[in-house]
Structures are given as structure tokens and as C-alpha cells.
């Protein structure tokens, strides 16, 4: 069993529908959640983290962590073409060290 | 600013042979980080340099795989008598320490190895 796991899709949604993605783990050392976002043949870009416990948003994006359920969640509202990504999960211990990714999730928005 | 360059883009190569991988990371930075993305296992950490201290190889797959950095700045991934198996996207990140918040790790694109 892997220590993130998360739904590898691909899911596809109307322009302006919410989004959902989410990642389960089995380490409780983890610390700091991280939410990545990769086009196609780029590297991964990092477009939220929170640390512990909580809530986070930013714009049309919404960062949730549940640690005492070892469980976090990604929110987009009013999805856009431009949406359209793989997005990965990740997770460390300690702020400056190695990232735990989940598989990734591939989204579609369709116009 | 630049970013995170890796370098070559692409590299074909044969069952058996050597290969290196090469990164630049962004100006300043002191760590550097190696992952390894593939369909069936998604992206995974390989090994990590923080500046002097000793790096943190708990990731390579095996001692097929080494890894340098030179003067604190460039890094090469060196992957020696190549299989099937190790054919992969490449990737290099950077970051800087120092900030009491959360040190972001920047990517680079990637190298995409293919082992015929």
C-alpha cells in the first residue's frame, strides 16, 4: 500500500462545475500538504500548501487537511478550460525535506 | 527570473548503457531534489542534496543510480548500465532554505528517458 493515495481519474467536468480532488495517507508524521499542479510534458508547479490541520483558500481554490482522518481535499469553483491539468498530492515531514506525491489526478474542463 | 533547467530534454538510449542527467537550479537555492515520474508509479523522490551536509538517498531504486552536485549548484543524476524499467521522466526542483515558512520546491521540466 502506498503512504498517499489518491484517484488517478481521468475526471472530466463542464466549464464552471466545482472540482473535487482528494488524497488519503497512512503516515501521521506528515506535516505539510501540498497541492500540485502539471501540464502536459512540464514540471509539477505548486499552487497551495497548508501546514497541518485546516483550511486554506486562495481565488477559486480551497486546500482542506482532516489529519485526525488522514485525509485532504482540493476545491476548485467555477472550473475553467485552462483547469485542465494533471493534479498531484504531496506530503513531507519536515518543510525542507523529500515530497510524497500521490499518483495524480487528470482533469478535464470542457467549454 | 530562470528557473529550474534541465538538460537533455529528451534521451534515447540503449539497454545497458550509461547515462547522465544534468541540472541547473535557480540561483541561490540550496537544496536540490531528483524525482522520477513514470506511468505506473507516479512521481517519486529519489535523492536529496541540502547544501554541505551528506544527501538523503533513501529513494534510489538502486546502486545503478548516483548522483552529484558539484560546488553547491549543478547536479547530475547518473544512471549506469540502463534497463527497461528505468525509462521515466526525470525531474529536478530546487529551493531555498532559510525562510521560517514553507520552502517551495520548483521544478524543472524534465528529462524523459527511454531505454529501448
Known amino acids: 500500500q502506498k503512504e498517499v493515495e489518491q484517484d488517478p481519474g481521468p475526471l472530466s467536468v463542464p466549464e464552471g462545475a466545482i472540482v473535487s480532488l482528494n488524497c488519503t495517507y497512512s503516515?501521521?508524521?506528515?506535516?505539510?500538504f501540498m497541492w500540485y499542479r502539471q501540464y502536459s510534458r512540464k514540471g509539477p508547479e505548486l499552487l497551495m500548501y497548508?501546514?497541518?490541520?485546516g483550511n486554506k483558500e486562495d481565488g477559486r481554490f480551497t486546500a482542506q487537511v482532516d489529519k485526525s482522518s488522514k485525509y485532504i481535499s482540493l476545491f476548485i469553483r467555477d472550473s475553467q478550460p485552462s483547469d485542465s491539468a494533471t493534479y498531484l498530492c504531496?506530503?513531507?515531514?519536515?518543510?525542507?525535506?523529500?515530497?510524497?506525491f500521490g499518483q495524480g489526478t487528470e482533469l478535464s474542463v470542457k467549454p | 527570473g530562470a528557473g529550474v533547467s534541465q538538460s537533455p530534454s529528451n534521451k534515447v538510449t540503449e539497454k545497458g548503457k550509461d547515462v547522465e542527467l544534468r541540472c541547473d537550479p535557480i540561483s541561490g537555492h540550496t537544496a536540490l531534489y531528483w524525482y522520477r515520474q513514470s506511468l505506473g508509479q507516479g512521481l517519486e523522490f529519489l535523492i536529496y542534496f541540502q547544501g554541505n551536509s551528506a544527501p538523503d538517498k533513501s529513494g534510489l531504486p538502486s546502486d545503478r543510480f548516483s548522483a552529484e552536485r558539484t560546488g553547491g549548484s549543478v547536479s547530475t543524476l547518473t544512471i549506469q548500465r540502463t534497463q527497461q524499467e528505468d525509462s521515466a521522466v526525470y525531474l529536478c526542483a530546487s529551493s531555498f532554505s532559510g525562510y521560517m515558512g514553507y520552502n517551495e520546491q520548483f521544478f524543472g521540466p524534465g528529462t524523459r528517458l527511454t531505454v529501448l
Open positions: 503516515n501521521s508524521a506528515f506535516q505539510y
Open positions: 504531496a506530503m513531507s515531514i519536515n518543510q525542507g525535506g523529500k515530497l510524497i
Open positions: 497548508t501546514y497541518s490541520s
